[in-house]
């Protein structure tokens, strides 16, 4: 009797010690949203890479675990609503999708503004996550929406024209309606004729489909994704550019109360993200265009000539953009060089030169 209850005093003990770093733990309730669907490349990526990776770099000191609560495709918010519901609480940590709201985030536009110079995924999140961290006016505007950015994703090769009809050359879309979504609608506007339809890469299908656009702005991947082939079997490869259009951010209130390790790790983890998102984005580009193809549609590379002269009747949306954050007390200029000079150093130089008024 007296050995039987030795060893259960001793077994108590035991699984009182084993329990013990267990019990210490802070259990962290994290509410992620996203309009996007699940299958999109960057939801994805967050699932499937950012949320494991938090998690790991978390285990190392044991004091933290996350309890992750993950809201894709509408169920709290849509695609355009991300930034109003981390603002008000809807959701702790989201990925917006910068180029709907480019009155509340105009920097986020660097990239947008500056068509056919890079088409280097990795090149291009580098340089913006840069900016964002050397010049506080990124950081500035993400704060007047009560949040906490982190990084700055891009989830695209480069932009180009899908369409229902062959087109081969920029002429060619002179009277067409083409959906698009943010900056990119004004690449058409050296265009004759040319209307740009405002859309999301959800809705690009049935706008196709139902002869509402006869062309589409988007990108190899996406248009994969979203079985565009079916009513779009023609690309135009105009390599318009990569454009940054997601970025993490957290609820300033919901930061506020995260003990620094936390943050240290989703900061951290958010640049791994970056760049792993931007190398899978160039990866998987060669591939999409491949299933594009074998999906029954047709690929057409623009010339250089063309590429050229479609940059060059465009208004300098980079100086209208530039001009547009000197007037509100920021350093446009400053920023627009300092990011077309990233891009140089890295071997990138455009189609024209952004910089020149």
Same mark, same amino acid.
């Given at each position: 009797?007296?050995n039987?209850?030795?060893?259960?005093? *001793?077994?108590? /003990?035991?699984?009182a010690?084993?329990?013990?770093?267990? $019990?210490?733990?802070?259990k962290?309730?994290?509410?992620?949203?996203?309009g996007?669907p699940?299958?999109?490349?960057?939801v994805?990526?967050f699932?499937?890479?950012? !949320?494991?990776?938090?998690?790991r770099r978390?285990?190392?000191?044991?004091?933290?675990v996350m309890?992750?609560?993950?809201?894709?495709?509408?169920?709290?918010?849509?695609?355009?609503?991300?930034l109003?519901?981390?603002q008000?609480?809807?959701?702790?940590?989201?990925? /917006?999708t910068?180029?709907?709201h480019?009155?509340?985030?105009?920097?986020?536009?660097?990239?947008?503004?500056?068509?056919f /110079?890079?088409?280097d995924?990795?090149?291009?999140?580098?340089? !913006?996550?840069e900016?964002? %961290?050397?010049?506080?006016?990124?950081?500035?505007?993400?704060?007047?929406?009560?949040?906490?950015?982190?990084?700055?994703?891009?989830v695209?090769?480069?932009?180009?024209?899908?369409?229902?009809?062959?087109?081969?050359?920029?002429?060619?879309?002179?009277?067409?309606?083409?959906?698009?979504?943010?900056m990119?609608l004004?690449?058409?506007?050296?265009?004759?004729?040319?209307?740009?339809v405002?859309?999301?890469?959800?809705?690009?299908?049935?706008?196709l489909q139902?002869?509402?656009?006869?062309a589409?702005?988007?990108?190899?991947?996406a248009a994969?994704?979203?079985? !565009?082939?079916?009513?779009?079997?023609y690309?135009?490869?105009?390599?318009?550019?990569?454009?940054?259009?997601k970025?993490?951010?957290?609820?300033?209130?919901?930061?506020?109360?995260?003990?620094?390790?936390v943050?240290?790790?989703?900061?951290? /983890?958010? *640049?791994?993200? %970056?760049d792993?998102?931007?190398?899978?984005?160039?990866? !998987?580009a060669?591939k999409s265009?491949?299933?594009?193809? $074998?999906?029954?549609?047709? *690929?057409?590379?623009?010339?250089?000539?063309?590429?050229?002269a479609?940059?060059? $009747?465009?208004?300098? *949306?980079?100086?209208?953009?530039?001009?547009?954050?000197?007037a509100a007390?920021?350093?446009?200029?400053a920023?627009?060089?300092?990011?077309?000079?990233k891009?140089?150093?890295?071997?990138?130089?455009?189609? %024209?030169?952004?910089?020149?008024?």
């Amino acid at each position: 009797m007296m050995n039987w209850t030795k060893r259960s005093l *001793i077994g108590a /003990v035991l699984v009182a010690m084993t329990a013990m770093p267990v $019990a210490a733990q802070e259990k962290i309730r994290a509410v992620v949203i996203d309009g996007y669907p699940d299958r999109s490349l960057w939801v994805r990526e967050f699932s499937n890479f950012f !949320i494991p990776e938090v998690d790991r770099r978390l285990a190392e000191s044991g004091k933290y675990v996350m309890d992750w609560q993950e809201n894709y495709g509408g169920s709290i918010v849509k695609p355009k609503g991300v930034l109003e519901g981390i603002q008000l609480g809807l959701g702790d940590i989201g990925i /917006v999708t910068t180029i709907f709201h480019s009155s509340k985030l105009p920097s986020q536009g660097l990239a947008a503004v500056t068509p056919f /110079v890079s088409s280097d995924a990795r090149a291009v999140a580098k340089a !913006i996550d840069e900016i964002a %961290r050397e010049f506080p006016t990124m950081q500035n505007e993400f704060a007047a929406q009560n949040q906490v950015y982190l990084a700055t994703g891009v989830v695209l090769d480069s932009y180009q024209v899908f369409s229902a009809k062959e087109v081969s050359k920029v002429s060619d879309l002179e009277g067409l309606k083409v959906a698009g979504a943010g900056m990119n609608l004004r690449y058409l506007e050296g265009i004759k004729d040319a209307a740009g339809v405002v859309g999301g890469l959800t809705d690009f299908y049935n706008m196709l489909q139902t002869g509402l656009v006869d062309a589409a702005l988007l990108w190899p991947e996406a248009a994969a994704t979203f079985k !565009i082939s079916e009513v779009a079997p023609y690309m135009l490869k105009a390599d318009l550019g990569a454009v940054n259009s997601k970025t993490v951010t957290v609820n300033a209130d919901y930061w506020n109360a995260l003990p620094d390790e936390v943050k240290d790790v989703l900061k951290a /983890v958010a *640049i791994d993200y %970056r760049d792993h998102l931007a190398g899978l984005a160039m990866d !998987i580009a060669a591939k999409s265009e491949a299933d594009y193809v $074998a999906a029954g549609g047709k *690929i057409v590379v623009l010339s250089d000539e063309d590429r050229a002269a479609w940059a060059n $009747a465009m208004p300098n *949306i980079a100086q209208e953009l530039a001009t547009t954050l000197n007037a509100a007390g920021e350093p446009g200029t400053a920023m627009l060089d300092a990011y077309l000079a990233k891009l140089a150093a890295d071997g990138f130089t455009g189609a %024209r030169d952004w910089s020149k008024p």
